[in-house]
């Protein structure tokens, strides 16, 4: 009986930790890729007549919406042979300004499959509003089930240690009057 308990405490310990990770790498995957690679692709395909039409100031206009989204934090559109079009000014690393971010980098094509160039989009992801919720959930779940392991891992360990009392206490008397331990009896004078 208290080895099914024991074991199903293990069980349920492991199972809650897998999930929790599973869970979590999912979900930042979720979060890193989604937004980001679909912007990214969807103005890769807008900006393909723009460039070919080499209309600086619309390729200008919409990277300024692009860039109007609160996760995008920098935008950048590139040549075939790497040289910065727009926006005018150059690019700059935001990593130390504002922490890691998330690089997408997608070719801008034309119709007939040939590269023009590229857009690169910075973005820094802001926390989805059911997300948190969800992992805070698992992280309640986790803390819970350590919670109840410990509990009862506690309560063996108590009990483990008041049935083998007697015997601790036997053998440390065994060792209180054995000669090779000085006591009061077989102490030399």
Known sequence: MHIMIVLSLIALCVFTALEYRDFQQA??????????????????????????NEDNAALNAALNVLTSDDRVLQAGVFDSRGVQIAPQDRLSSLVSQTGPAVTHV???????????????????????????????SAQW????????????????????FYKLRPVIKARYHALGRSPSFPSEQNRRR
């Open 141 to 160: 779940l986790l803390m819970l089930t350590i919670c109840i392991v410990g509990f009862v891992v506690g309560i063996y360990l108590a009990r483990s």
């Open 106 to 136: 997608q070719d801008i094509r034309n119709d007939a499959g040939s590269v023009l160039g590229y857009i690169r989009v910075l973005t820094h992801h802001k926390t989805d509003e059911r997300g948190p919720g969800m992992l805070h």
């Open 27 to 52: 979900w930042i995957r979720d979060q890193q890729r989604s937004p980001g690679e679909l912007l990214t692709q969807q103005y890769a395909r807008l900006l393909s007549p723009v460039m070919q």
